[in-house]
């Protein structure tokens, strides 16, 4: 399965309380694009899924560290907040666990 990398730049936190940073995310026949994904740590991370197909088991999203199970509607973006990060990896599924994706904090 290809992988793809999304680098992020790093968004500094200033006095109002930057967003963060947001990532956008597709779920294809490949299943999810980027499945890789580098953030800085401390940074907010929402993720902005979009299912593209119905050929998937991706129908929706589980992040376990989160306690996050969201379903993905087709052609719909979806926006889950998952706050700040620590340093580590933190692993995102489809329910049935068959497509995943992991976000490296640095």
Request: glycine content about 10%; hydrophobic content about 40%; charged content about 20%.
């Amino acid at each position: 399965m290809r992988r793809a990398i999304l680098i992020l730049a790093f968004v500094a936190a200033g006095c109002g309380g930057g967003k963060g940073v947001e990532v956008p995310i597709s779920v294809t026949e490949n299943g999810f694009e980027p499945s890789q994904i580098d953030v800085k740590h401390g940074q907010a991370v929402t993720l902005l899924v979009t299912r593209k197909t119905d050929v998937t088991c991706a129908t929706e999203i589980v992040v376990p560290s989160r306690n996050i199970t969201q379903d993905l509607p087709l052609n719909q973006t979806v926006r889950i907040a998952l706050g700040p990060l620590q340093k580590g990896e933190v692993a995102f599924a489809c329910g049935m666990d068959m497509e995943k994706g992991t976000i490296a904090v640095r």
